[in-house]
């Protein structure tokens, strides 16, 4: 009877071990085999062009005989560096896929939900509590002054308003971001 009980449990827990297996989703990688394998073929092409180039560079004596050679190593150099570059745009391209898998999209779910959304990002000059249009804010200390809906300016406690001629005898330059 030992015997039967066994291969059951021996059954029960294969099927545990698959069940979970099927589970799990199948986390994406950021480079597959086949772009690891062009990544390394374009990356030993460009080294081995490199390596030739620069074993015949080295038999020759005169610069003008050295030239074709320093030609074909750039070559190498580009082609190493365009493999580089494509292995790299990939995996960012993943990652970015990766990214919007994890993250919620944000605008859609506030817009299901009829939700009041609030603006991120610079003030408009309506908002600004307390300026008025012709004023510009600075910190103290600061070397620049700028509009209250500046992207700079956003968010700051304790900066005074005035205007641009109190600004410039402060020795303060306008900023070069929102061009006051």
């Known amino acids: 009877m030992a015997e039967a009980v066994a291969p059951a449990r021996l059954r ?17 990688l950021l480079w597959s085999a086949e772009d690891l394998l062009r990544w390394a073929i374009t ?26 050679p320093l030609d074909a190593a750039l070559a190498g ?9 494509a292995w790299l745009l990939h995996g960012r391209r993943a990652l970015g896929e990766r990214r919007r898998l ?19 990002g610079p003030l408009s000059r309506s908002e600004v509590a307390g300026t008025v249009p012709d004023e510009f804010l600075a910190g103290e200390g600061m070397e620049r002054f700028h509009r209250p809906e500046c992207a700079l300016a956003a968010g700051r406690t304790g900066w005074a308003s005035a205007t641009r001629e109190e600004h410039e005898d402060a020795g303060r330059r306008p900023c070069g971001v929102c061009r006051p």
């Open 12 to 28: 029960t827990r294969a099927h545990a071990i698959d069940a979970s297996r099927q589970a799990a989703p199948a986390r994406p």
């Open 43 to 68: 990356t030993g092409l460009g080294g081995v062009v490199i390596a030739v180039a620069w074993y015949i560079a080295a038999g020759e004596a005169t610069f003008g005989q050295q030239v074709g």
């Open 102 to 120: 994890l993250l919620p999209n944000v605008s859609d779910d506030a817009a299901s939900a009829d939700q009041e959304t609030v603006p991120v």
């Open 77 to 85: 150099l580009l082609l190493s560096g365009v493999g580089n570059l």
